[in-house]
C-alpha cells in the first residue's frame, strides 16, 4: 500500500523499438535544463512550475560523487517525487540505499517535460507508447542499468499502466480518478466517522485479536491506528492520533500476519508504522471498515489518506526539533498527526477494486 498505484511489468524492452523522433529528442535533450537541489529526506527544494504540473516527463536522479543515474518517466511528477522520498525512508533499492548513504551527493532533474515537447512542435504518438520508448532512448544513453540505477530498460516507475493503455488513456482515467477522489473528500469532511469496533495490539507477538467474524473479512479497508499523549510542563497531557489507512483483498487476519511479521523486525524494511508498533504496542489499535460492492476502494483509500493528511494540525517533528512547544497544545483536543502511508494509497494487499459500505464508514 505504499505505491499509488500497482507497478507492472508492462513496458518490456522487447516492445519499445526507438524511433528517429525519440532518438532525435534523447539526442537534443541530452542534459537537464536545470538540477534541483535534495534535501537530506528526499524532498525536492523548488517551488518550479514543472514539478507542479501534470504532464508527461523523462527525469532523472544523479549522484554526483560517481556519475550514477536513475531514468525513470511519469505523467504525475509530484506524486512520484512523493514516492521517492517515501522509499529512501523504507526500502531497500540501489538508488534508495546510495541515497541514504551520501544524500547530499544527489540531484534531481528533468530530461524533457511535454510542454518543451510542444513548445518545439513535436508530441509523442501514444498509440505508439512513445514515451515509453524515450524512456528506454534515455536509459541506453545514459548506461544506467550497468552502471546506475536501473534494473531494466523501460524502468518500471511509479505510474503502471492497464493493458493496451495508451499515454493519452491512462492520463484520462487518472484525472477521472482524481476527480472522485476529490468528491469522495468533501463527503468525508461532512460525514466521516470513525469504527467504533477497535481491537489492540499484542505486546509480545505484535498480533491482533480479531473477533471471528471480522478476521475473514475480505475486500475491506483499515486503519492501523496510535493514540499518544504528550506531558506538557505542568503535568497535563495533550492528546494525538496518527494512522496508517490501507486495503486488503485477501483475509483481514491473513493481511495482518504480514504486518505483525514486520512490526516484530522493523529494520527488514523500515516501514515507520511497523517500527513505531515495534516500539510502542500499547499505543496501536487497529479498526476495520465493513465492505461492499457500493464504492471504488482503490479510490476510497486515497481519499481517507489525503483526508486524514490534509487535515493534520499536528507536526510531530516540530515538537521533536523544538519549533513547537507542548505546552502550546490544548489538553482537551485530540489533534491529528497525520499518516504514516508514505504514498496515497493504492496496490499493497489488495488488487481488486471492491466497495466499503457507507453505512459503516461515514
Same mark, same amino acid.
Given at each position: 500500500?505504499?505505491?499509488?498505484?500497482?507497478? !507492472?511489468?508492462?513496458?518490456?524492452?522487447?516492445?519499445?523499438?526507438?524511433?528517429?523522433?525519440?532518438?532525435?529528442?534523447?539526442?537534443?535533450?541530452?542534459? +537537464?535544463?536545470?538540477?534541483?537541489?535534495?534535501?537530506?529526506?528526499?524532498?525536492?527544494?523548488?517551488?518550479?512550475?514543472?514539478?507542479k504540473t501534470r504532464q508527461n516527463v523523462i527525469y532523472v536522479?544523479?549522484?554526483?560523487?560517481?556519475?550514477?543515474?536513475?531514468?525513470? @518517466?511519469?505523467?504525475?511528477?509530484?506524486?512520484?517525487?512523493?514516492?521517492?522520498?517515501?522509499?529512501?525512508?523504507?526500502?531497500?533499492?540501489?538508488?534508495?540505499?546510495?541515497?541514504?548513504?551520501? +544524500?547530499?551527493?544527489?540531484?534531481?532533474?528533468?530530461?524533457?517535460?511535454?510542454?518543451?515537447?510542444?513548445?518545439?512542435?513535436?508530441?509523442?504518438?501514444?498509440?505508439?507508447?512513445?514515451?515509453?520508448?524515450?524512456?528506454?532512448? @534515455?536509459?541506453?544513453?545514459?548506461?544506467?542499468?550497468?552502471?546506475? #540505477?536501473?534494473?531494466?530498460?523501460?524502468?518500471?516507475?511509479?505510474?503502471?499502466?492497464?493493458?493496451?493503455?495508451?499515454?493519452?488513456?491512462?492520463?484520462?482515467?487518472?484525472?477521472?480518478?482524481?476527480?472522485?477522489?476529490?468528491?469522495?473528500?468533501?463527503?468525508?469532511?461532512?460525514? @466521516?466517522?470513525?469504527?467504533?469496533?477497535? @481491537?489492540?495490539?499484542?505486546?509480545?507477538?505484535?498480533?491482533?485479536?480479531?473477533?471471528?467474524?471480522?478476521?475473514?473479512?475480505?475486500?475491506?479497508?483499515? !486503519?492501523?491506528?496510535?493514540?499518544?499523549?504528550?506531558?506538557?510542563?505542568?503535568?497535563?497531557?495533550?492528546? #494525538?492520533?496518527?494512522?496508517?489507512?490501507?486495503?486488503? &483483498?485477501? +483475509?483481514?487476519?491473513?493481511?495482518?500476519?504480514?504486518?505483525?511479521?514486520?512490526?516484530?523486525?522493523?529494520?527488514?524494511?523500515? #516501514?515507520?508504522?511497523?517500527?513505531?508498533?515495534?516500539?510502542? +504496542?500499547?499505543?496501536?489499535?487497529?479498526?476495520?471498515?465493513? !465492505?461492499?460492492?457500493?464504492?471504488?476502494?482503490?479510490?476510497?483509500?486515497?481519499?481517507?489518506?489525503?483526508?486524514?493528511?490534509?487535515?493534520?494540525?499536528?507536526?510531530? &517533528?516540530?515538537?521533536?526539533?523544538?519549533?513547537?512547544?507542548?505546552?502550546?497544545?490544548?489538553?482537551?483536543?485530540?489533534?491529528?498527526?497525520?499518516?504514516?502511508?508514505?504514498?496515497?494509497?493504492?496496490?499493497?494487499?489488495?488488487?481488486?477494486?471492491?466497495?466499503?459500505?457507507?453505512?459503516?464508514?461515514?
Amino acid at each position: 500500500m505504499e505505491a499509488s498505484f500497482p507497478i !507492472s511489468p508492462l513496458r518490456q524492452a522487447q516492445n519499445l523499438e526507438t524511433t528517429t523522433q525519440t532518438q532525435g529528442i534523447s539526442q537534443g535533450f541530452s542534459t +537537464p535544463e536545470k538540477y534541483y537541489t535534495v534535501k537530506s529526506d528526499g524532498s525536492i527544494d523548488s517551488d518550479s512550475p514543472s514539478l507542479k504540473t501534470r504532464q508527461n516527463v523523462i527525469y532523472v536522479w544523479k549522484n554526483t560523487n560517481n556519475s550514477k543515474r536513475k531514468v525513470g @518517466y511519469t505523467d504525475d511528477i509530484q506524486n512520484r517525487l512523493h514516492g521517492y522520498k517515501a522509499e529512501f525512508k523504507k526500502e531497500k533499492t540501489a538508488l534508495s540505499l546510495a541515497f541514504k548513504d551520501s +544524500p547530499q551527493d544527489f540531484q534531481f532533474g528533468l530530461m524533457v517535460t511535454e510542454k518543451a515537447l510542444q513548445e518545439k512542435g513535436t508530441t509523442l504518438d501514444d498509440q505508439i507508447d512513445e514515451w515509453g520508448q524515450l524512456e528506454t532512448d @534515455y536509459i541506453k544513453a545514459k548506461d544506467s542499468i550497468k552502471n546506475g #540505477y536501473n534494473k531494466r530498460l523501460g524502468g518500471g516507475g511509479g505510474c503502471a499502466r492497464k493493458k493496451n493503455e495508451t499515454n493519452k488513456e491512462k492520463k484520462e482515467r487518472k484525472l477521472e480518478e482524481q476527480k472522485q477522489v476529490e468528491e469522495r473528500i468533501e463527503r468525508l469532511k461532512e460525514t @466521516y466517522e470513525s469504527p467504533l469496533k477497535s @481491537y489492540p495490539i499484542d505486546e509480545e507477538k505484535l498480533t491482533v485479536g480479531f473477533s471471528p467474524k471480522t478476521k475473514k473479512k475480505t475486500n475491506v479497508l483499515y !486503519s492501523i491506528r496510535q493514540e499518544k499523549q504528550l506531558t506538557k510542563s505542568d503535568g497535563s497531557k495533550a492528546t #494525538y492520533v496518527k494512522r496508517y489507512i490501507g486495503m486488503t &483483498e485477501p +483475509p483481514v487476519s491473513r493481511r495482518f500476519n504480514t504486518h505483525s511479521s514486520d512490526a516484530r523486525h522493523p529494520e527488514k524494511k523500515g #516501514y515507520p508504522h511497523h517500527r513505531a508498533m515495534h516500539d510502542e +504496542p500499547k499505543t496501536f489499535r487497529v479498526k476495520v471498515y465493513d !465492505s461492499d460492492s457500493s464504492e471504488d476502494l482503490h479510490v476510497l483509500e486515497i481519499a481517507l489518506i489525503k483526508f486524514f493528511r490534509r487535515g493534520q494540525n499536528l507536526d510531530l &517533528e516540530k515538537i521533536k526539533d523544538g519549533s513547537i512547544s507542548v505546552d502550546t497544545l490544548d489538553s482537551n483536543t485530540v489533534y491529528n498527526a497525520g499518516v504514516f502511508n508514505g504514498n496515497d494509497g493504492g496496490g499493497g494487499g489488495a488488487s481488486k477494486r471492491k466497495g466499503v459500505s457507507h453505512r459503516k464508514l461515514f
